[in-house]
């Protein structure tokens, strides 16, 4: 059984940091690329940044220069650290993982809420 569980979230004023951590378990880790997404109220999820299974990583326009992701495949672990947050970085932000086009697990999300 595949469980994909986001933690770090929380609430942080504008320009602040927060990781976040996305622990996997049930699958062979290396071999997936993994995403971070997330959702505001109101609207559609989007891609924030993805890592490979060979350490290439793509960023959204919006987040590129502040958010970096990592991996730790020793660990299971991809990270996601936010600087600079924004408030309109507030999101439910979700991990996913990827073998193809498509992703085929997801996390249950962490709740990231940037104070103006």
């Known amino acids: 059984q595949v469980q994909l569980v986001e933690s770090g979230g929380g609430l942080v004023q504008a320009g602040g940091s927060l990781r976040l951590s996305c622990a996997a378990s049930g699958l062979t880790f290396g071999s997936y690329a993994m995403g971070w997404h997330r959702q505001a109220p109101g609207k559609e999820r989007e891609s924030v940044a993805v890592i490979s299974s060979g350490g290439y990583t793509y960023y959204a326009t919006s987040v590129e220069g502040r958010f970096t992701i990592s991996r730790d495949n020793a660990k299971n672990t991809v990270y996601l650290q936010m600087n600079s947050l924004k408030s309109e970085d507030t999101a439910v932000y979700y991990c996913?993982?990827?073998?193809?086009?498509?992703?085929?697990?997801w996390g249950q999300g962490t709740q990231v809420t940037v104070s103006s």
């Open positions: 996913a993982a990827k073998l193809g086009m498509s992703y085929d697990y």
